[in-house]
Each structure stands twice: as C-alpha cells, then as structure tokens.
C-alpha cells in the first residue's frame, strides 16, 4: 500500500516538475533555428535532426538541458563560433517552442541587422548579444513581455536610438551591458532594486543622468560626450536648464515637440503600466519563484499545486504535533526501520508522522539543486517539513546508509538543522527536514533585494557570519575525521530562522554519494586544490566558508556558485586585488556601508578574514578554528 502511494507521490512530484514541454521533438526546433543562420557548419557535426539534443552520451554542442524531470533544452550557448545571418532571417519561432529555455548566448559571432524578436522568448533569464554587429534602434516596449529577464549582455554592438524605456520596467533585472553601442537620448531612471552591475560606458547618450542612478558609480556613464550631472561631478550647462533665458525660436519649437514627445511617452508607460500589472497579478496566482541552487539563471518557476486539494482548506497549524499526529503516523513512526518501504523518523523532537501523513500533505514544489529536487509538505496535523529527492545516493548500502544518516539525526547545535526522517529504497532515496519559513541566506541576499534586503544590515550579517562559524565549527568537531566534515557550505545551504539565526544544512553528506557525483554536487569540489589536485581536506570547507563571507559582506553572488563562470562576481579575485591595493572599503556592500567609522573597521576586518579563507594555497590557507576565532573578535 505505502509502496503504490509512494509511487503515486513520486508521480506527482514528476507531474509538478515537468514542464509543458518535452525534449521530444525539441530537435526539429533546434535544427529549424540552425537552417535560419546564415552559415551553419559549426553545429552541423553535433546538431544532428533525430538524435537527442540533450543525450548524456552525445551533447549537442552548446546546449544544455534541465536535469530534471524530461530532460529539456535549457540553455543555448554559442559563444565564439563564427556564427552569422542576418537579425530579421533567425528563426525566434522555433526557439520559442522550447518551452524550459532560459538562457541564450550569441556572444562574440558576427550577427547583423536589427534585433530580431528575441522578446518572444517571454521566459528567458539571461540574453547575452555582446560582441556582435546588432545595429539600428530597439523598440521602445521591446521588453515589455520580458519580465523574467535577469541578465542582458548587449555591449558592443551598433544600435542606436533611445535605450528603451521597458529595460525600467523589468522587475527582476540584474545586469544591464549596454556599452560601446551608439545609444543617444537621455539615460533613463533605473529604480530596480535588483539591478546590480549596469554598463552605459562609450554611447552617444546626452543630457542630465537621474540622481536616482547616483547608486551606481561614475564610470558605468563614461565616454557619453554629452552627460552631465551630479551623479558625474559635471555641471549641466545652463542652457539646458529649464528657466534658461529667451531662447530662440529653434528651441522653442524643439521644446513644443519636447513636450508632445513626452505625452506620447507618458501615454506609452501607462500602458505597459497596465499591461504588466495585469499580466503580474494573473501570474502570481499561479506561480511560485524559487530560486535554483546551482545557478540563479536556472531559477526554476513552478506552478504552486497541492498534491490533494481537498486537504488544502483542512490545513492548520496547531503547533503541538505530538498531540494532533493521526493514527496513521504513529503507527508509521514507530515501526521505525522495520518496513522497507516506510519513511524511518529519526529525530521525533519535532514530532512522529509516516509516510501516509506526508502523501496526505499539501505539497510545493521548492526547487531543484544538486543533490536532487525538494518540495515543501505541509501535513495535516499542521506540521510543514521538506522533503529532498536524493538523487545518486547508492554509494553505500541499507545499513550504512542508515547508520550515517542516523548520526546525522542525533547532532543538536543552533545553528544546524538536522533531518527528520528518510525513506530509502534502492532506486528512491528521501531525506525530511524541518521547513525554516524565512528561507535561504541566497535568496534573502541576491532574491528579491527589495523585501529582504533592508533588514540585512550589519549586524544582522555579522550575526548570520558568527552564527554560520559557530556551526562550522561544530561540524568539524563532530565529523572531526571525515575529509568533509559540510562539505556544500553555499548561501543556498544556509536556512534563516525568523530571528536571523543561520542554520546549516546539506552538511556531511559526503560519505553518501558516489565519487563522481560528489564533484558535481558539493561545493567543497570547487576549491582550488580539488579542481587542481583533487585534493580535498577540512579546508576545503575553509574556501567554502571564505566565499559566502565575500558573499555577504559585498552583497555580489560569487561567480564561484556557477558551473559555467559566466555571470556573478568572482568575489575572491576581487577580494585579493582591492585588498592588495588598499581599497578594501569599496568590497563593502553599499547597503551597509554608511555605518559608523569604527563599524567600517570592522568590516574591513571581516572582508580581511574572508580573503584569508579563500587563498588559494590550502597549505597556506587559515584553519577552521583559526577562522572561527578571528570572526569571534569582530564587533558590530
Ligand atoms: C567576447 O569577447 C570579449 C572581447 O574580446 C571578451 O572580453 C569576452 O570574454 C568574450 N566573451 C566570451 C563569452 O568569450
Ligand atoms: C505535547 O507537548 C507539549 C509541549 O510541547 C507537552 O506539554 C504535552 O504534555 C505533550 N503532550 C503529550 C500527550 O505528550
Ligand atoms: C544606511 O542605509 C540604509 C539603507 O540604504 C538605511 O536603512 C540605514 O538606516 C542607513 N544607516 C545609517 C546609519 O545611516
């Protein structure tokens, strides 16, 4: 019985994850947009109609694919390979049926012509065009059905004409390279709270910059002859002003079309206010943003659905699980390991539930990581926990499995969250924790900026730092003897309880997945001497440990997270450089940094000792405990 529910509940969580869309047939999509460029001999050895683009065996060249559910195209990357056609002639039709597609790089081919409708791909995350021959003026709504659109790379390039306004209309922007074009007009007001990184360096762009873009810094507006403002330290020219004295009958009537231009453009923001008001609220219905824990681009949007919607309206928290747990889950606790195809509660502080409670929950899908997809459950009783696919995790058998993950169960310190229960089969492995409702260090700090971000200051990440230290350390006393003792310390690991107290998860887990896959999953295997040496030690955590400092004190997300290293901010280079020029004060993170002087200091500290855990020599690299206690000193 628990088998088949099991496997309905698996079935489910398949259905949730899958996309419209399947891999099949996206070949023939791939193959049409291949036949629209202009010259398509450097795919035509790997993009082969039929075959799998996303075959493990065969890849495509540039593409790749969602690992879950169907495997689809995720993202296109053709970088560098002498591609060319003509804008208009792309085939943006075909592109548009692969439905997970979230990423596309042309970067560095020689495309020409105007922009092609690009903006049809409504789902995209990152849209990189730099380095091309692009040319003529973008529309100025051109982005207006573009509101997943986190990063756009259109640098050297020849468009001209305004920057269009819709770029201040996309709510989730990131980065902005628009330099070394032949953009005029004025700079738009970029009031995004996401947008981080902005280029308009070597335009044609004129007139007074917008004191709100005084955030960003002076060089982002350089090589535009004709700006002026305080943002730049240049005074605009009198004439410009609006109380100039009689001007002449040419300007008058410049002024006269002015205004008429500035109705239009009035009358044009109202509408895309509008339209992306009613397109916004009709999505938040049903959509849920999650972040991806490998790579922000791969965010992954998911439909929130319960899995029984009829419990949906019976759900409520009580608080006092040990008293609301149904018979069911009692019984499911307490037959413990006996039944193979039970769910095995290790830890009961939290309260006993079965699997038959967790198959009754109301379920969102939360994402997907390295080590597998999650979803959040919310049981009858009230309790909400969240339940981990793992993936690949055979390397040991029954017994050791349990006899590991048992262990894992038994630790208690603050700042780490140990699981609940497991479930394990050969070919299904699941791993319960708590649900922390505040979420993840990585979506609080690189999210949704504007919710969360005002409440990080200071002290709170000085808290979040000691806190995730003191749990560090626990760790390395407790698995004292594990190469790995976390071993996949991120931000996206690093759960916050209401009161901003850091808890860890996703620690210790080496032991449990094979070798290969571990150097796909755990970040440990981006240390320096694991991807030169494929040396591992405790101070690998160390790096780990190094990076999310970097991360919180300069508010970037490390580039360090991402597979590819295109996109973030290589935080430990950019530590090691300013630091070695003595302009550590420019790390801090703009948010934080109008504190007191004495404050300063002391993130000046913190920054010091987060470049001491990145360096790259191991041998040379700080110990844990070393770390720990030079954090400890730090004050607020
Ligand atoms: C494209 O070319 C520019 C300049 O030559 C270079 O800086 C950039 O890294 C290249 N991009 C890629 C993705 O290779
Ligand atoms: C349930 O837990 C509460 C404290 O959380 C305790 O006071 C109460 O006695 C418990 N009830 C039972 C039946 O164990
Ligand atoms: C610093 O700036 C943040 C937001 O920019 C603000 O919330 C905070 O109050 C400021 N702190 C001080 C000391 O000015």
């Known amino acids: 019985m628990a088998a088949v529910r099991l496997f309905l509940l698996s079935l489910f969580v398949f259905c949730l994850r899958t996309n419209p869309s399947h891999?099949?047939?996206?070949?023939?999509?791939?193959?049409?947009?291949?036949?629209?460029?202009?010259?398509?001999?450097?795919?035509?050895s790997s993009w082969i109609k039929g075959s799998n683009p996303c075959d493990a065996k065969k890849p495509w060249q540039g593409i790749d694919c969602s690992d879950t559910g169907s495997q689809a195209v995720s993202a296109i990357l053709l970088m560098n390979r002498g591609l060319s056609g003509a804008g208009p002639e792309l085939d943006i039709d075909a592109l548009s049926k692969l439905g997970s597609l979230r990423f596309l790089s042309l970067e560095n081919n020689s495309f020409s012509g105007p922009l092609p409708e690009f903006n049809q791909l409504s789902s995209l995350r990152s849209l990189f065009l730099s380095g091309n021959q692009f040319s003529g003026e973008i529309p100025q709504g051109y982005f207006d059905k573009m509101g997943s659109l986190k990063k756009l790379h259109l640098a050297r390039n020849k468009f001209t004409g305004p920057i269009p306004g819709s770029l201040t209309k996309l709510s989730n922007l990131m980065e902005m390279w628009l330099q070394e074009n032949e953009f005029s007009g004025p700079v738009p007001s970029f009031e995004q709270k996401s947008l981080q990184s902005i280029d308009l360096s070597n335009n044609k762009l004129q007139g007074e910059i917008p004191q709100s873009m005084s955030r960003f810094p002076a060089s982002?507006?350089?090589?535009?002859?004709?700006?002026?403002?305080?943002?730049?330290?240049?005074?605009?020219?009198?004439?410009?002003?609006?109380?100039?004295?009689?001007?002449?009958?040419?300007s008058k009537e410049s002024h006269k079309s002015g205004a008429l231009t500035k109705w239009v453009i009035l009358a044009v923001v109202v509408t895309v206010l509008l339209v992306t008001i009613l397109f916004k609220a009709k999505k938040k219905e049903e959509n849920f943003r999650v972040l991806g824990k490998e790579n922000l681009d791969d965010v992954v949007q998911v439909r929130v659905a319960s899995i029984n919607r009829r419990t949906g309206s019976s759900i409520r928290r009580t608080g006092s699980y040990n008293e609301t747990g149904s018979q069911s889950s009692r019984r499911g606790g307490a037959a413990g390991g006996k039944s193979p195809n039970d769910l095995v509660v290790i830890n009961e502080e939290k309260g006993v539930f079965g699997l038959p409670d967790l198959m009754k929950a109301a379920a969102e899908v939360l994402g997907s990581g390295g080590l597998g997809s999650s979803y959040k459950a919310i049981m009858a009783n009230g309790m909400t926990v969240v339940v981990k696919r793992m993936r690949d995790m055979n390397k040991?058998?029954?017994?050791?499995?349990?006899?590991?993950?048992?262990?894992?169960?038994?630790?208690?310190?603050?700042?780490?969250l140990p699981p609940l229960a497991y479930h394990y089969r050969k070919e299904e492995k699941l791993l319960v924790t708590e649900f922390v409702p505040k979420g993840s260090l990585l979506f609080l700090l690189h999210g949704d900026r504007?919710?969360?971000?005002?409440?990080?200051?200071?002290?709170?990440?000085?808290?979040?730092?000691?806190?995730?230290?003191?749990?560090?350390?626990?760790?390395?006393?407790?698995?004292?003897?594990?190469?790995?003792?976390?071993?996949?310390?991120?931000?996206?690991?690093?759960?916050?309880?209401?009161?901003?107290?850091?808890l860890l998860t996703d620690y210790a887990l080496y032991s449990l997945i094979s070798n290969t896959q571990s150097v796909q999953v755990l970040f440990a295997y981006k240390s320096p001497e694991a991807?030169?040496?494929?040396?591992?030690?405790?101070?690998?955590?160390?790096?780990?440990?190094?990076?999310?400092?970097?991360?919180?004190?300069?508010?970037?997300?490390?580039?360090?997270?991402?597979?590819?290293?295109?996109?973030?901010?290589?935080?430990?280079?950019?530590?090691?450089?300013?630091?070695?020029?003595?302009?550590?004060?420019e790390l801090i993170d703009p948010e934080i940094a109008n504190g007191s002087s004495s404050s300063l200091d002391q993130m000046e500290n913190m920054l010091q000792i987060g470049a001491m855990c990145t360096e790259s020599d191991h041998e040379s690299r700080i110990e844990m405990r070393e770390a720990i206690r030079s954090i400890e000193e730090i004050q607020v």
Not at 25 to 44: A, N, Q, R, T, Y
Not at 551 to 571: A, C, H, R, W
């Open 220 to 250: 982002v507006f350089q090589g535009n002859a004709d700006v002026c403002g305080a943002v730049i330290s240049k005074q605009c020219q009198a004439a410009e002003a609006p109380a100039s004295g009689t001007p002449d009958d040419k």
């Open 450 to 502: 504007g919710v969360a971000h005002s409440e990080l200051n200071w002290p709170t990440r000085l808290k979040i730092i000691k806190g995730m230290a003191r749990g560090m350390g626990f760790l390395h006393t407790e698995f004292a003897s594990y190469d790995l003792p976390h071993g996949n310390l991120k931000s996206s690991n690093i759960l916050l309880s209401p009161g901003y107290e850091p």
């Open 23 to 44: 891999a099949i047939g996206e070949d023939v999509h791939l193959i049409d947009f291949k036949e629209s460029l202009k010259d398509s001999s450097p795919l035509d």
């Open 531 to 585: 991807v030169l040496y494929q040396q591992l030690s405790p101070k690998s955590d160390v790096y780990c440990l190094g990076i999310v400092i970097l991360e919180i004190m300069t508010g970037k997300f490390p580039s360090q997270y991402l597979n590819n290293q295109k996109g973030g901010t290589d935080v430990v280079q950019w530590a090691r450089q300013s630091i070695s020029e003595g302009r550590v004060a």
């Open 396 to 416: 040991l058998n029954r017994d050791a499995f349990e006899t590991e993950i048992r262990k894992l169960g038994r630790i208690r310190h603050r700042n780490v």
